[in-house]
């Protein structure tokens, strides 16, 4: 009997077959693991970008859509540019407040 023909014989300890076929099943899931980990790591700055780009877009389609609208209808109603005034003020204070925030 040479050694290739005995390897592939099966061995006479069923325990032996077993401990076999668990360690060729482990030596996989390791693999796949190994290959799953690798693809999150490759998609998921894609997806950051997408959720990021959708906000962004999102927020500036919203303000064109609605700031503008209420500043244009401010301007039109008597006695609205106080109003378009104090939307103005508060808007320069927010920013100046997250400009604060930012500064150690």
């Not at 009997?1 to 899931?29: C, I, K, R, Y």
């Not at 796949?32 to 490759?42: P, R, Y």
């Not at 500036?60 to 104090?86: D, E, M, N, Q, R």
Request: glycine share 12%; proline share 6%.
């Amino acid at each position: 009997m040479t050694a290739e023909s005995a390897s592939t014989t099966p061995s006479s300890n069923p325990f032996d077959a077993v401990a076999n076929a668990m360690q060729t099943a482990a030596g996989a899931l390791r693999d796949g693991a190994g290959d799953a980990s690798a693809k999150v790591q490759e998609v998921l700055p894609k997806v950051g970008n997408f959720v990021s780009r959708g906000a962004y877009n999102g927020s500036y389609y919203a303000s064109y859509g609605i700031v503008f609208p209420t500043l244009f209808l401010c301007h039109i109603i008597p006695g609205g540019k106080s109003i378009a005034s104090g939307i103005v003020d508060g808007a320069a204070a927010a920013s100046d407040y997250i400009r604060g925030l930012r500064q150690p």
